[in-house]
């Protein structure tokens, strides 16, 4: 059986290691895509489970048709009115921040406090009714070509999604693509907070996958998500927390940090943003507090302070020494000393490595919080937390909704109090008399791993997927297609539009003179051939290099068609606009680098001519010329320096995506390109080139190109030209780093 699990950002992937690696032991496919694109990474995870049965694929970040802007808005439409439910009555930092994005999103300029507190009026029916409008609403929109095409090629048995729920989440193109499909869908709750600050559940899944049984709860009780669909498993993120063991002693871990080891440590763990936006401030009246109580323990303890991942408590100016503990080689940290208090430090360790973390709260004696996942690892290690509730004290928001699952008043291990007066007085006890371990270790074996404290739960998880897997229904959703309605403004607010010549996606451009010389019968035309090696040849995620672009028609093809990323170099300074403005209207931004760069075969100077009628379009010829002043009279309107650019000066110097696939526009000459892209030609990533040249500069060329690892892949002859697909010989090795470069000697 094959699973794919689709992950919003690395750290969701890192949670289920354990569980994918069990599936992968039991002999299913796993493949692994995530959202958030980075190459480093993806070699990372790949090395994570040595297996042929398990890949790592590039995946669609976002919708990028013309629905997308419709999708975002609907979605946090949703977002708000969910927020709007009597559930949520007590989380007003939550409405707040999720108004905030909704008017962020629509480039707003209103006060979310304004527009909060003016739809808080609204009956709780009215609320209602407008939730079950917006979730129609949602439910019309098709699905995403993209999301389609990924599921379709990958043709996974269950699609895994984690995590879903989050505010206006893309990820609920996947979920609605594979309901489409007839795709099961299981959710993997990734936080213990997902389900009820992340927003509403936009597409339901087939299953859902959570830690404990107030999380079923919540399903129901805040998405009206059935009972009977929640599994029940653990938590497998903390799996490996659970196996650390200390590698320090006591008076190994302080004496590094300069703090006394025979007295007591208060371990103070940092907040979000949204739960304590001013904590540096409250921390120095929190210590002051501290130092002014009537408990010696407390005036005299040790105080290190961990700083949230997330954020920088200090600011970049502040000193920090970087300390080391013998016994443990591979931990290091980072120290500073803010506070005018000796025995008070900042402690920054690895956040993507546990054992800073671990370490510090073995040698501490109690852990202090306002609102934190480090909790629960302070309860796993059988640590007392404590915490305060009110804004005033704590300079920031109550604690959020699903908070006070951990509190002692709901069952949980976290004291908690309602000012500075009543918390010093609970440390002080604590410090004094000792806190009985068992009721924490219970919570924690209820909350975190439910089938047992001593049972992890990775393969747990891997079970329940593939009995899940076995026997999955899933109904197949089949939304309105796009080509019923075009969501569009009938006008973009500057200008004409008029669509491209291509049946698979309808994609607009802005009428100016260089569309319109390509336009018949209302559509500008596209080369078929050059659109066929697109579709043949590139693949989600690859890297696309457009030399000379033009206007963007195949820019947009690829971008929006394809789910690559295109960087589109385009001179022209009229033509170069009219790239940026037509990437624009198609929502393609986030995936396409216009760059505005003019490329041969030398890094220099050279003098552009033009066509008389279209100065600054995509057709020119360029000579390599030292410029020199001249009257005005004796410059012509459609000749202009210009700066040249070789392909492998553009790559190394500007820090571009490594090319899969290279198209040169025929107004250019390939020659020259190529020529200047030795370096960027022997990438053992680069798999296709398309190339349009004179008939007789083709066998140079094919030769030359022979000698650089490329045979011709298809051949297509024109009246006096021939357009060339070629592919990397997958016989012969890309030139080794070090070696000459291919020569290409043309002209």
Avoid at 104 to 116: F, S
Avoid at 152 to 178: C, M, N, R, T, Y
Avoid at 298 to 304: A, P
Avoid at 582 to 590: A, D, E, F, K, T
């Amino acid at each position: 059986m094959k699973f794919l699990l689709v992950a919003k950002q690395e750290k969701n992937v890192d949670a289920y290691l354990g569980t994918l690696r069990c599936l992968v032991e039991r002999g299913h496919a796993v493949a692994v895509a995530v959202q958030e694109r980075d190459e480093a990474r993806d070699r990372r995870l790949a090395e994570q489970i040595a297996s042929p049965r398990f890949r790592v694929v590039a995946c669609p970040s976002a919708r990028v048709d013309e629905w997308a802007p419709v999708a975002r808005l609907v979605r946090r439409l949703r977002d708000c009115v969910h927020f709007l439910r009597p559930p949520f009555d007590g989380a007003a930092p939550l409405r707040r921040r999720v108004f905030l994005k909704f008017c962020r999103e629509l480039g707003l300029d209103v006060d979310a406090d304004v527009l909060l507190a003016a739809v808080r009026v609204l009956p709780q029916e009215q609320i209602e009714r407008l939730d079950a409008v917006l979730r129609l609403a949602e439910r019309s929109i098709p699905t995403a070509d993209l999301f389609d095409l990924f599921l379709h090629d990958e043709k996974p048995d269950v699609v895994l999604i984690s995590p879903l729920v989050h505010f206006g989440s893309a990820q609920a193109d996947v979920a609605a693509s594979a309901r489409r499909l007839g795709v099961p869908v299981s959710m993997l709750l990734f936080s213990w907070d997902n389900l009820s600050t992340k927003g509403c559940m936009h597409v339901e899944p087939d299953l859902m996958f959570v830690w404990n049984e107030q999380q079923r709860t919540e399903a129901w009780e805040l998405h009206r998500f059935p009972p009977s669909r929640v599994v029940v498993v653990g938590a497998p993120r903390f799996d490996p927390f659970f196996q650390l063991r200390p590698a320090l002693t006591r008076e190994q871990f302080h004496a590094p940090l300069g703090l006394d080891p025979a007295r007591p440590t208060l371990l103070y763990l940092c907040s979000s943003l949204l739960i304590a936006p001013r904590e540096l401030e409250f921390l120095r009246r929190w210590l002051a507090a501290l130092r002014s109580s009537d408990s010696d323990a407390l005036r005299g303890c040790n105080v290190v302070v961990r700083p949230h991942p997330d954020l920088d408590l200090l600011p970049d100016t502040a000193p920090f020494e970087r300390v080391r503990w013998p016994a443990a080689p591979g931990l290091q940290a980072h120290v500073a000393r803010p506070f005018d208090d000796t025995r008070a430090v900042v402690l920054r360790t690895s956040f993507r490595e546990p054992d800073g973390l671990f370490e510090s709260l073995v040698h501490s004696t109690a852990v202090v919080g306002l609102n934190t996942t480090a909790e629960l690892e302070a309860g796993i290690v059988g640590r007392p937390v404590f915490t305060i509730t009110a804004s005033g004290e704590a300079g920031g928001p109550e604690p959020t909704v699903h908070f006070h699952y951990l509190t002692r008043q709901h069952g949980g291990f976290v004291s908690v109090a309602s000012s500075l007066d009543e918390h010093r007085r609970q440390l002080a006890e604590a410090l004094a008399t000792g806190v009985d371990p068992a009721p924490i270790r219970s919570f924690i074996e209820s909350f975190l791993r439910p089938h047992g404290l001593d049972r992890p739960v990775a393969p747990l998880l891997a079970d329940a997927i593939a009995q899940g897997a076995a026997g999955a229904e899933t109904t197949t959703a089949e939304a309105p297609r796009a080509a019923e309605f075009d969501p569009r403004p009938l006008s973009p607010g500057d200008g004409a539009v008029v669509p491209l010549a291509y049946r698979a996606a309808r994609i607009v451009v802005h009428a100016t003179p260089e569309t319109l010389r390509h336009a018949v019968d209302g559509s500008v035309r596209v080369d078929h051939a050059t659109v066929e090696w697109l579709e043949q040849w590139v693949r989600i995620g690859d890297v696309v290099y457009d030399v000379n672009a033009g206007f963007g028609a195949y820019v947009l093809v690829a971008a929006r068609q394809r789910g690559a990323i295109v960087v589109a170099f385009e001179p022209g300074y009229e033509v170069y606009a009219a790239l940026c403005r037509n990437v624009m209207l198609n929502g393609c931004q986030g995936s396409v680098i216009p760059v505005p760069l003019l490329l041969a075969a030398e890094d220099g100077l050279a003098e552009t001519k033009y066509e008389r009628r279209y100065p600054g379009g995509e057709r020119y010829g360029v000579r390599p010329t030292p410029w020199r002043a001249k009257s005005a009279d004796a410059v012509q309107p459609h000749v202009h320096s210009i700066c040249t650019t070789r392909l492998d000066t553009a790559v190394e110097r500007y820090g571009l995506p490594a090319p899969h696939h290279v198209r040169v526009s025929p107004f250019l000459p390939a020659a020259d390109v190529l020529r200047g892209a030795a370096r960027t030609l022997r990438r053992s990533t680069l798999r296709s080139l398309w190339l349009h040249v004179p008939t007789p500069k083709e066998e140079t060329l094919v030769s030359a190109l022979d000698a650089a690892g490329f045979q011709v892949a298809t051949r297509r002859v024109r009246r006096s030209s021939v357009q060339l697909a070629f592919r990397r010989d997958e016989t012969v090795d890309a030139v080794p780093a070090g070696a000459d470069a291919p020569k290409i000697q043309l002209r």
